[in-house]
Structures are given as C-alpha cells and as structure tokens.
C-alpha cells in the first residue's frame, strides 16, 4: 500500500548521481511548469542530537495545491523535521542536518526563520506567535508594514516613513475574509477568543504574499470541534488557490477529510506515504506505533496480573491544572504489585496523572492509598504515606544539579522521613551522617550501575542516563510502596534504557506497585500488566499489553470507538 | 558546586571554598589541570584558579603594604594589632550575610535590618544602667528577640519581591535606618548618659560604653605576643560562629534551606516550602546581624545611632565576596578569607599610604575596592 515518495526533480532538473550518494542538481535554462511539480522537496534529511539519531534519512514531497499529511508518534521527528525546513536556529546550534531542501528545484538552506519566509514558506504555529497588545492588523502585517514617504523618513532614512495604515487595514481585511474570519481588523489580539487566534496566524501566512508552502503544526489541537471543522475548510480553500501545505496533526479524522496524501513518520524515518483514498485510520495507526521489538519479560504479568489482588492506589474523578498537560476527570487503579503503563500523546495529559497524585500541580478529585485518603496538593503527605516519584523534567524537578550524587540521593529520605541523621535532641538540627550517606550513596551506585568519578561528583556532570539513574536511586532511598515514574527512558541511551527497565522490573518484584508513564509505548508493552491511554485528559482506553497495535494507535487518536 | 570532599552539605563545601573562588559553578579541576609538565606559567595559573584573581591581587596588594610599613620602619606590631582587632570586630556582621545566600536570598543588603535590633539591645540595656558581661548578654539576648519577628516580616517581604532581593534590600535597609532615626530621637530613653544633655530627649549619636562593656570581649582571655596585642574572646566568638553556621548547614535544616534554594522544583516535589526556607533564610541573617553590631560596639567601645548603619552592609558584603563567594553561593571559609583580606588592607592602608603619598587616599581606596568588588562580583556571570 505504501506509494514510494518519488524522488527526483520536475521541470528539466537533471539528476546525477556522483560517487557515494552524493547528488548534484543541475538546473537546466529550460523551465517546464507542471502542475504536480513538488514546490518544495526534502531528500534524505539526517539530523543528530548528541549523537542520537532523530532524523535518519527523511525524504518527501509537497506539490501546489496538495494538503500533505504529516503523521506519527511524539518523538517520531515531525518538530525536527519542520525546525530544519524552517531555518530554527536550535539546528545550527546542535550541530546542522545533512540532506538537501529544495525549493521549485532550487537548493535551499535557511540559517534562520527569516529567510525561510522570504523564500516562501510559512508557518502556522502550535503556540501562538502574536503580540497580544497588537491589534490584528497590526500583528498581521508586523515588520512588513505598508509605508509611506514622510516629513521624517527623508531625513532618516526608511526607518521612519510612515505607516500606511489603510493599507494594513485593507490587506489584513482580505486575509481574514480568505480565512473566513470576521472579526474587526483592528481589534486588539488580547480580547480574541482562542480558536480565532489560530485564523489571525493563519491569514498572517496567507497575507504574505510569496507564501508558496504553508505548514500548519496541530493547527486544531487547541479548536472547539466546529472551530477546526472551519480550520479544514479554509485548509483545503488555500490548497485549491494554490498553496502547497504539511499538515502536522494527531487526528487521525482530519487526515482523511482533507490530506491528498499521507507521510508516517517513526523513529525518524518515513514509514510509509499513502494516499488516504487507499489506506484506513486502523492501518495509520498501525503504522504509527509500530509493533513492539518483543514483548519481554512476559513472567511479570504472569505471576501478578490474573488474581487480581486489591487496590493499593485509588484514583477517582482526578483532576489536575497542569500546563499542558491537563487531567480532566482520570479514575484508575492500581492494583498491589501491578505495573501499570500510563501511555498517550504528549499534550494529552498522561504525565499530568502522576505529577496531580503527588500534588505537584492544583488538583481536585480522590486519592486513596491503601485506602486511606491522600490530600492533594501536598507532596510531603504523598510520600510519607510511602509514594516516591520520578519527575519526567529530570533536570528540572528530578535533580539538583549543583550537587553532589549523593546528596541528590538522600535528600528526599533525610528530609522527609528524618533518616541518615545522627541522634539530637532537636529533629531540625539532627547533622546528616556523612558516612552513612556515602555507604548508601556507593550501595546504590553499583546496584544502578550509575557511571560516575564517585558519589561526591556532581550530577550536572553526568550523562542523561545516570542522571536518570540518580533519579531513580533517590526514589529507591525512598523505600516506597507506590514507585510512579515518569518517562524514565527519555532521551537515554541504549545501555542505560536497559539498565533503568531492569531496576523497574525488580523493584516490582520486590512488591513496591509501579506506574509508568511513557510516550515510548513499546517499552511499555514490554514490562507492563495494564496500559491505560490517556487522550484529551482521560482514560481513552486501558488495553493488555499484548492488544493489537491498532487498538493503541486509536486509542492515543482518542477513536477507540473504532477500535472495538 | 559541590566540594569533593563533603558528602551532604554540597555546596557548603568549606574545604573547597576558597579554592572555588576563581570560576563558581566551573568544572572541578579540569583534567587540563593535571597535566605533567609544570611551568612556572601553568603554575601560576593553577595557583590563580584555586585562589581567584581578586584574592591574589589583593594578598598581593597587602603584602606590598607590609613590605612598605616594613621598609619605612613603621609600627607593624601595631598594624597587625589593628588588623587582629578590626577583623574580630566585623567577622561576625560579614557571616551574616552567609545563610541568606545560602537561602537563595542573594546579597543581604538589608543587614542593616539586624543591625538597628542590635542596637535597640545595646541602647536598652544601657538605658537600664546594666554593666559587664549582664549588660552584653542583655544586649544580645534583646537584640536577637526582636530580630526574629523582623527578619520574618523580611522575610515576608523578600517572599513578595522574588528576583529583586537585593534591591529591595538595600532599600528596606534605608527606610528601616530612617524610620529609627526617629525612634532614637523620640524613643522615651532617660538616662542622662544616652540622651542629649539639652533637652532631655532624644539619643545622643555615639554611645560610649566606656563603664559599661566596653572592649569586654576583646579583653577577655587577651594575650600580647611579639608586641601584637590579641582580641582572644572576640576571635573565638567569631570562630566559634564560623563553626557552629558550617556545622548548621550540615544538619536537616541547613540542608533543607541549601537544597530549596539550589531547585525551588526540586524542593516543592520533596515536600519543602520555597517560601518558608526564604523566611528562615531571612530570619536567621537578621539574627545574626544583630548579634553582630553588638559584638562589633563592644569592641569599638561606642555604640552609633542614626545613620551609622546605613552603609554597614556595603562593606561586609564587599569582605565576603573578597573571600571569593558569588551572589549564589558562599561558605564559611569565604566569609573568613574575605575578612581578613578586607580589613587588614583596610587598616594598613591608611598609615602605609599617608607616609608614601603624603595624603591620606586610603578612604578613596576602601570605596574603591568595596564598591568595585560589588560591582564585580554582580557582573560576573554563574557559568554553567
């Protein structure tokens, strides 16, 4: 089913190939418009970050007047794909990306986002990229204003010449009419209502007049349903007029009402292009998530899964106010000595789950620790009734990166639960037992493996992997009953990845009851008894880790209608 | 920031302190360090970086001035007196500043906060007519009650103000010295030795404690050795501090206030309040600042009212970062290096440059290195 994306260049471009791979374009005088000529091309895009693959090799295509859709799993390479298209410079800083961009058959590289737009692309952000003190006319046309010749301006210089703000208005009048918005022109960014916002970006774009590629990133993640029913609209409007438009989006629904044809991304490469008329949402998420390399470590959900012992964490009617990723109303179980995977899309609310159980962030509904009832909002009650957590911001909540391992280590232990001190009459004032942190500090360095200088090192120098190892060691110190641990392979190396699962595995097996969030769904597949999938901040499904690929590709879609 | 060789403090790190002072926050010995062949340029270098520059131009300004004194036969027994003296006077106001760094408050430009509940003491206690070690220990006690519910409205405020500490200290600092400027005038103190003899109202601007505790620390267990009279009990008062505030910051609470500020994130997942860290911060600064002026007007034998305390942070601040401490990290060793140097060039200054420069500069040279030393130290970017 998968159409190979064709490569190669339109009107009279020659390719050649010259030694390894090594592809030189040689645009010939003649010029022959066609109308499927690829207005803008991507060849094998290849992009590291700290020598971990992101991007390996990502080839496509976007032609006038076609919607192409851009999907695949959080981390899959669809944001670096799009920071590289568009000259970010967090991909210079991190080293560049090799392949080529062509632009009408031209070669392009664009060191910032400027020059991107001045050849011709544009960029309809997920967050908003408009001055809320600007009137809409004026955030349209901002550094691009209309001027006149003023009083001023010739003495000095363009600088000074005048707004023509007729101009503005009448320009910015008909982007917004294209878009079909009819809100007044000069009415203050700050007053709009949110799904407006996403039309003034877009008729931003589609007033540049050299706009020839438009990407639009989850224009529609932030939509009231009949809102990004407008947004598709005007989508498929702009694409009859001629734009070339990526359309990047979670909803798998929107890709078969508007996209000519379909890209998935995965791991950084491009898993199939297809043309929607010929493939199923069933089949894109297949694809999307992929099949699991193996579904190790099967004797875990052997020896605790089927009797179903009882809960040692209730959770009802969660709520939880965390940017981003906001709970809204999560009722789930944790059952004694269980596993249980939290997956989902980022921005969906997954790892707002656990940051609400341990009160990090203002939350409302029910906790219950072996029945007992947890307050919210209060993380020092959450560990003493025996929880410990992993943040998913290692650097930013997980650590304290100026200090020592060690410290890091018992730090939660010595404050909270009063252990490593020396005896004192006044609790506060109890000296920490240096050498009793050591012992424990080393203990757990060789038990984590965590690769260091010694436990007086200090984490900010540490790989990802052992800073995550601290991590993990801190919560271990802990001696918790209920481990939740967010993203705990995230941005970590092989080994380590290994490492950290296998330490989860045996803290199970040693009874502490485990949650796992985690955007990697094959990792939580592999160790895991339950899987809840949490979409726009619910439990859209909770699957056996052996569900079909499908159900879970859906689920995350938020369409487990389908699925069953 | 952590030194090697201790364990749970971290950043306390009071054996590595000084030795930071060059490049806070930098890598711990680059390996670039170790290499073999040691050139006097490297070595100069290895030596700048474990010391700091500013340490070693000012060791090296100072020893510039002995050697002067020496040469133009002056009375070094008597500079090194002056010295001993003045570092043992102002030491405890610059440990001050100590737990508000370590509490993430910065700077403690608002010391003079503790310094006026310092001398409420002083003043109270004289006012009562109390003598000897009764009139000091008064004095102190006094001082340190009324610093408690002060530096927790401090505290309070610099809770409001985050991000702006140090400004806002400074100027609650000058309102605090202004507002009691009226208090000492109109405060109902009678004793005719406090008060303005015309009127019968109103504080005098200097207190003499000459009869009352004056130099009571100082003298205690003095000893004069090779013509260098010691201030034994003010010294061991100071170090005793110096130990008793490293060892705080080895304990639950020390920690917990070190930990707060290094991640207020962090902190908040563990279970510990940013804001009341700040508070005990703030809290215990002031304390200490009190206890401070009050050991400092037992060894300068006055006790100065009105706007006396105004600038008297400026110099302490300027002592600590000296000792090599930044705006985010501090040790009890800095506190002590930085005091030494400070005031040794503080007291040699004068008499060594009068007799060179036949003019006195030596004023222009404190404002000088205490301001610039400020400035440096609020320039210098934490590398990461």
Same mark, same amino acid.
């Given at each position: 089913?998968a159409?190979?994306?064709?490569?190669?260049?339109?009107?009279?471009?020659?390719?050649?190939?010259?030694?390894a791979?090594?592809?030189?374009?040689?645009?010939?005088?003649?010029?022959?418009?066609?109308?499927?000529?690829?207005?803008?091309?991507?060849?094998?895009?290849?992009?590291?970050?700290?020598?971990?693959?992101?991007?390996?090799?990502?080839?496509?295509?976007?032609a006038?007047?076609?919607?192409?859709?851009?999907?695949?799993?959080?981390?899959?390479?669809?944001?670096?794909?799009?920071?590289?298209?568009?000259?970010?410079?967090?991909?210079r800083?991190?080293?560049?990306?090799?392949?080529?961009?062509?632009?009408?058959?031209?070669?392009?590289?664009?060191d910032?986002?400027?020059?991107?737009?001045?050849?011709?692309?544009?960029?309809v952000?997920?967050?908003?990229?408009?001055?809320?003190?600007?009137?809409?006319?004026?955030?349209?046309?901002?550094?691009?204003?209309?001027?006149?010749?003023?009083?001023?301006?010739?003495?000095?210089?363009?600088?000074?010449?005048?707004?023509?703000?007729?101009?503005?208005?009448?320009?910015?009048?008909?982007?917004?009419?294209?878009?079909?918005?009819?809100?007044?022109?000069?009415?203050?960014?700050?007053?709009?209502?949110?799904?407006?916002?996403?039309?003034?970006?877009?008729?931003?774009?589609?007033?540049?007049s050299?706009?020839?590629?438009?990407?639009?990133?989850?224009?529609?993640?932030?939509?009231?349903?009949?809102?990004?029913?407008?947004?598709?609209?005007?989508m498929?409007?702009?694409?009859?007029?001629?734009?070339?438009?990526?359309?990047i989006?979670?909803?798998?629904?929107?890709?078969?009402e508007?996209?000519?044809?379909?890209?998935?991304?995965?791991?950084g490469?491009?898993?199939?292009?297809?043309?929607?008329?010929?493939?199923?949402?069933?089949?894109?998420?297949?694809?999307?998530?992929?099949?699991?390399?193996?579904?190790?470590?099967?004797?875990v959900?052997?020896?605790?899964?089927?009797?179903?012992?009882?809960?040692?964490?209730?959770?009802?009617?969660l709520?939880?106010?965390?940017p981003?990723?906001?709970?809204?109303?999560?009722?789930?179980e944790?059952?004694?000595?269980?596993?249980l995977?939290?997956?989902?899309?980022?921005?969906?609310?997954?790892?707002?789950?656990?940051?609400?159980?341990?009160?990090?962030?203002?939350?409302?509904?029910?906790?219950?620790?072996?029945?007992?009832?947890?307050?919210?909002g209060?993380?020092?009650?959450?560990?003493?009734?025996?929880?410990?957590?992993?943040?998913?911001?290692?650097r930013?909540?997980?650590?304290?990166?100026?200090?020592?391992?060690?410290?890091?280590?018992?730090l939660?232990?010595?404050?909270?639960?009063?252990?490593?001190?020396?005896?004192?009459?006044?609790?506060?004032?109890?000296?920490?037992?240096?050498?009793?942190?050591?012992?424990?500090?080393?203990?757990?360095?060789r038990?984590?493996?965590?690769?260091?200088?010694?436990?007086?090192q200090?984490?900010?120098?540490?790989?990802?992997g052992?800073?995550q190892?601290?991590?993990?060691?801190?919560a271990?110190?802990?001696?918790?009953?209920i481990l939740?641990v967010?993203?705990?392979?995230?941005?970590?190396?092989?080994?380590?990845?290994?490492?950290?699962?296998?330490?989860?595995?045996?803290?199970?097996?040693?009874?502490?009851?485990?949650?796992?969030?985690?955007?990697?769904?094959?990792?939580?597949?592999?160790?895991?008894?339950?899987?809840?999938?949490?979409?726009?901040?619910?439990?859209?499904?909770?699957?056996?880790?052996?569900?079909?690929?499908?159900?879970?590709?859906?689920a995350?879609?938020?369409?487990?209608?389908?699925?069953? | 920031?952590?030194?090697?060789?201790?364990?749970? *403090?971290?950043?306390?790190?009071?054996?590595?302190?000084?030795?930071?002072?060059?490049a806070p926050?930098?890598?711990?010995?680059?390996?670039?360090?170790?290499?073999?062949?040691?050139?006097?340029?490297?070595?100069v270098?290895?030596?700048?970086?474990?010391?700091?520059?500013?340490?070693?131009?000012?060791?090296?300004?100072?020893?510039?001035?002995?050697? &002067?004194?020496?040469?133009?036969?002056?009375?070094?027994?008597?500079?090194? *007196?002056?010295?001993?003296?003045?570092i043992?006077?102002n030491?405890?106001?610059?440990?001050?500043?100590?737990?508000?760094?370590?509490?993430g408050?910065?700077?403690?430009?608002?010391?003079?906060?503790?310094?006026?509940?310092?001398?409420?003491?002083?003043?109270?206690?004289?006012?009562?007519?109390?003598?000897?070690?009764?009139?000091?220990?008064?004095?102190?006690?006094?001082?340190?009650?009324?610093?408690?519910?002060?530096?927790?409205?401090?505290?309070?405020?610099?809770?409001?103000?985050?991000?702006?500490?140090?400004?806002?200290?400074?100027?609650?600092?000058?309102a605090?010295?202004s507002?009691?400027s009226?208090?000492?005038?109109?405060?109902?103190?009678?004793?005719?030795?406090?008060?303005?003899?015309?009127?019968?109202?109103?504080?005098?601007?200097?207190?003499?404690?000459?009869?009352a505790?004056?130099k009571?620390?100082?003298?205690?267990?003095a000893?004069?050795?090779?013509?260098?009279?010691?201030?034994?009990?003010?010294?061991?008062?100071?170090?005793?501090?110096?130990?008793?505030?490293?060892?705080?910051?080895? *304990?639950?609470?020390?920690? *917990?206030?070190?930990?707060?500020?290094?991640?207020?994130?962090?902190?908040?997942?563990?279970?510990?309040s940013?804001?009341?860290?700040?508070t005990?911060?703030? &809290?215990?600064?002031t304390?200490?600042?009190?206890?401070?002026?009050?050991?400092?007007?037992?060894?300068?034998?006055?006790?100065?009212?009105?706007?006396?305390?105004?600038?008297m942070?400026?110099?302490?601040?300027?002592?600590?970062?000296?000792?090599?401490?930044?705006?985010?990290?501090?040790?009890?060793?800095?506190?002590?290096?930085?005091?030494?140097?400070?005031?040794?060039?503080?007291?040699?200054?004068?008499?060594?440059?009068?007799?060179?420069?036949?003019?006195? &500069?030596?004023?222009?040279?404190?404002?000088? &290195?205490?301001?610039?030393?400020?400035?440096?130290?609020?320039?210098?970017?934490?590398?990461?």
């Amino acid at each position: 089913m998968a159409a190979a994306t064709p490569i190669g260049c339109g009107r009279g471009a020659a390719v050649s190939c010259i030694g390894a791979g090594v592809r030189i374009v040689t645009c010939t005088s003649v010029y022959h418009p066609r109308v499927t000529a690829p207005v803008l091309e991507l060849r094998a895009i290849a992009k590291r970050y700290e020598g971990n693959p992101v991007l390996k090799g990502v080839s496509l295509t976007a032609a006038a007047g076609e919607i192409h859709a851009l999907v695949g799993e959080n981390g899959a390479g669809k944001s670096t794909l799009m920071n590289i298209l568009f000259g970010m410079p967090v991909i210079r800083e991190t080293g560049g990306y090799e392949g080529e961009i062509l632009l009408d058959g031209k070669p392009a590289r664009f060191d910032s986002p400027q020059q991107a737009m001045a050849a011709g692309l544009g960029m309809v952000h997920q967050e908003f990229m408009l001055l809320p003190g600007f009137a809409v006319a004026e955030n349209i046309k901002l550094n691009r204003e209309p001027t006149r010749r003023g009083l001023l301006s010739r003495v000095a210089g363009r600088k000074l010449e005048t707004l023509d703000r007729a101009r503005m208005g009448a320009d910015t009048r008909a982007a917004l009419d294209r878009v079909g918005l009819s809100i007044d022109e000069w009415a203050l960014v700050a007053g709009l209502p949110v799904g407006h916002l996403q039309f003034v970006e877009i008729a931003r774009e589609v007033d540049r007049s050299r706009a020839r590629v438009v990407i639009f990133d989850e224009p529609t993640a932030v939509l009231t349903e009949s809102e990004a029913r407008e947004m598709l609209r005007v989508m498929r409007d702009l694409a009859r007029g001629g734009l070339a438009i990526l359309f990047i989006t979670h909803r798998l629904d929107e890709i078969f009402e508007v996209a000519s044809r379909i890209t998935v991304l995965r791991d950084g490469e491009v898993v199939a292009t297809l043309d929607p008329a010929r493939t199923s949402a069933v089949h894109v998420a297949e694809l999307m998530v992929g099949r699991p390399a193996k579904v190790a470590a099967a004797h875990v959900v052997q020896t605790h899964g089927a009797d179903a012992p009882a809960p040692v964490l209730s959770v009802r009617d969660l709520a939880v106010a965390m940017p981003g990723e906001r709970v809204d109303g999560v009722t789930l179980e944790l059952r004694r000595g269980e596993i249980l995977g939290i997956g989902g899309l980022a921005g969906q609310g997954k790892t707002g789950i656990a940051n609400g159980i341990m009160g990090l962030y203002p939350a409302t509904g029910s906790v219950a620790v072996e029945g007992r009832p947890l307050p919210l909002g209060d993380p020092r009650a959450a560990i003493r009734a025996g929880l410990a957590f992993v943040s998913e911001d290692r650097r930013g909540v997980g650590l304290l990166l100026d200090e020592s391992i060690e410290l890091n280590m018992v730090l939660t232990a010595l404050e909270v639960q009063g252990r490593f001190l020396r005896k004192f009459p006044i609790s506060g004032l109890r000296l920490a037992n240096r050498k009793a942190v050591r012992a424990h500090a080393q203990a757990m360095i060789r038990r984590l493996d965590v690769r260091c200088t010694g436990p007086a090192q200090q984490v900010r120098r540490l790989s990802g992997g052992n800073q995550q190892k601290v991590c993990l060691a801190r919560a271990m110190t802990q001696e918790p009953r209920i481990l939740l641990v967010s993203e705990p392979t995230r941005g970590i190396d092989v080994g380590a990845k290994a490492r950290v699962l296998e330490v989860l595995t045996e803290l199970h097996l040693a009874g502490v009851s485990l949650i796992i969030t985690s955007s990697e769904l094959v990792e939580l597949r592999s160790i895991c008894d339950r899987i809840a999938i949490v979409h726009a901040g619910r439990i859209a499904a909770v699957l056996p880790p052996d569900a079909p690929d499908a159900a879970f590709g859906l689920a995350m879609a938020g369409e487990q209608d389908l699925a069953s | 920031m952590s030194g090697p060789a201790d364990p749970v *403090t971290g950043g306390a790190g009071e054996d590595a302190g000084g030795a930071r002072g060059g490049a806070p926050g930098g890598p711990p010995a680059p390996p670039a360090d170790a290499s073999p062949p040691p050139g006097p340029v490297s070595r100069v270098r290895a030596l700048a970086r474990a010391a700091g520059v500013p340490r070693l131009v000012i060791g090296f300004f100072l020893i510039v001035l002995f050697a &002067i004194a020496v040469a133009t036969r002056m009375d070094v027994p008597g500079l090194l *007196t002056d010295s001993l003296a003045r570092i043992a006077r102002n030491g405890l106001l610059v440990l001050a500043l100590l737990p508000a760094i370590r509490g993430g408050l910065g700077l403690n430009f608002g010391l003079p906060l503790g310094i006026v509940c310092g001398l409420t003491g002083c003043v109270v206690s004289l006012n009562a007519g109390m003598k000897g070690w009764a009139g000091l220990g008064a004095a102190a006690l006094i001082g340190l009650l009324l610093s408690i519910p002060v530096g927790w409205g401090y505290g309070a405020i610099l809770n409001r103000t985050r991000g702006q500490e140090m400004m806002v200290g400074t100027y609650l600092g000058f309102a605090a010295v202004s507002g009691m400027s009226i208090f000492w005038l109109l405060a109902p103190f009678h004793n005719p030795q406090l008060v303005w003899a015309l009127g019968g109202i109103g504080l005098r601007t200097t207190l003499s404690l000459s009869g009352a505790y004056d130099k009571l620390l100082d003298r205690f267990l003095a000893f004069e050795i090779a013509g260098i009279s010691v201030p034994t009990g003010t010294l061991l008062l100071f170090a005793g501090f110096c130990a008793l505030t490293a060892l705080f910051f080895r *304990t639950r609470w020390g920690i *917990t206030i070190a930990a707060a500020r290094a991640n207020p994130r962090f902190a908040r997942a563990a279970g510990i309040s940013y804001t009341a860290t700040r508070t005990q911060a703030a &809290i215990l600064s002031t304390a200490l600042g009190a206890l401070g002026i009050v050991v400092f007007a037992q060894s300068y034998g006055f006790v100065q009212l009105y706007t006396a305390p105004l600038y008297m942070a400026f110099p302490a601040v300027a002592c600590l970062l000296i000792g090599g401490a930044t705006v985010s990290n501090a040790t009890v060793l800095h506190v002590i290096v930085g005091t030494v140097l400070f005031q040794s060039i503080l007291t040699v200054a004068l008499p060594v440059t009068s007799q060179v420069v036949q003019g006195d &500069i030596s004023e222009t040279a404190r404002l000088v &290195i205490q301001n610039g030393m400020i400035l440096y130290a609020l320039t210098r970017r934490e590398k990461r």
